[in-house]
């Protein structure tokens, strides 16, 4: 099925994000006629989410986030993750600046993982996937926003379990998790 953009009009606007409506097109001659319709676009600019993992003697640590979230109403633990609200942006200085803001861990080595589209039904924003190792501690320097925030050592274990449990309901985090355990598995490293 093809989709024809017949106008576009921003409808919001926000230092985060823009909403416009599509008017779009569905179908063409093999389908039948045409339908119009409105299609409903979030802009954003592109966001990094970051896997800080620690490998220590007795065992394999990731740190995690947990902040309230307004739009679902409660307190969640995640992968540290998010956007300067600006489109020009180096990927890997994104990921290395908001995991020392979220959780003021530095990091000695980067490895970007993936690029994943966050919601694309809805929304049109890029996320950064990169896996964060050799940390070190330092200072946050959160946002007002972020000013509930927690950070969390959890073993590994623990984390997986966490995803089936209901503790972390993030669908990036899961998706970057995975996406970590693919690349971990594809390329023999334990």
């Known amino acids: 099925m093809s989709i024809?953009?017949?106008?576009?009009?921003?409808?919001?606007?926000?230092?985060?994000?823009?909403?416009r409506e599509d008017v779009i097109e569905r179908g063409g001659a093999a389908e039948g006629e045409p339908k119009r319709g409105i299609y409903g676009v979030m802009d954003k600019d592109p966001a990094c989410i970051v896997i800080p993992l620690e490998v220590?003697?007795?065992?394999?640590?990731?740190?995690?986030?947990r902040q309230y979230r307004y739009t679902v109403g409660d307190t969640y633990y995640e992968l540290p993750q998010g956007g300067w609200e600006t489109?020009?942006?180096?990927?890997?200085?994104?990921?290395?600046?908001e995991l020392a803001e979220e959780t003021?861990?530095?990091?000695?080595?980067?490895?970007?993982l993936a690029d994943l589209w966050i919601?694309?039904?809805?929304?049109?924003?890029?996320?950064?996937?990169?896996?964060?190792e050799g940390l070190s501690h330092g200072e946050t320097e959160r946002d007002?926003?972020?000013?509930?925030?927690?950070?969390?050592r959890v073993a590994v274990t623990e984390f997986e379990a966490m995803i089936?449990?209901?503790?972390?309901?993030?669908?990036?985090?899961?998706?970057?998790?995975?996406?970590?355990?693919?690349w971990k598995d594809k390329l023999g490293k334990s």
């Open 87 to 97: 489109a020009e942006v180096d990927p890997e200085e994104l990921a290395r600046g």
């Open 164 to 182: 089936l449990d209901g503790r972390v309901m993030d669908n990036c985090t899961v998706a970057a998790w995975g996406v970590y355990r693919v």
């Open 4 to 19: 024809k953009t017949i106008s576009s009009r921003e409808v919001y606007r926000n230092p985060w994000c823009s909403v």
């Open 144 to 152: 007002p926003e972020e000013h509930d925030m927690t950070v969390h």
């Open 104 to 112: 003021g861990l530095r990091v000695e080595r980067m490895v970007r």
């Open 119 to 132: 919601a694309y039904g809805a929304m049109r924003q890029i996320h950064h996937v990169f896996l964060a």
């Open 56 to 65: 220590a003697a007795d065992g394999e640590f990731v740190w995690l986030v």
